[in-house]
């Protein structure tokens, strides 16, 4: 998984969909729980960033 940073809400939306996919891959084990732990993490940071930045009368979606 990249650990940099986007810029925008679909980035954080689109590295959230990449980390659930990678981590759905994994074999069970604590690797892959840590794996969608992260994931999980990324999809709220995602649903927070777009609440932050809607636009005013706008859904965040």
């Known amino acids: ?9 679909h980035d954080v939306e689109a590295s959230a969909d990449e ?3 990678e ?6 084990g604590p690797e892959r729980i840590e794996a969608l732990k992260t994931a999980g993490k990324l ?3 995602a ?3 777009g609440i932050i930045f ?7 979606r």
Request: no cysteine; hydrophobic share 30%; charged share 30%.
């Open 47 to 49: 649903d927070v960033y």
């Open 43 to 45: 999809r709220y940071a």
């Open 19 to 21: 980390a659930l996919a």
């Open 54 to 60: 809607a636009k005013r009368g706008r859904p965040s």
């Open 1 to 9: 998984m990249d650990a940099k940073q986007p810029s925008r809400s």
């Open 23 to 28: 981590a759905r891959s994994l074999p069970p």
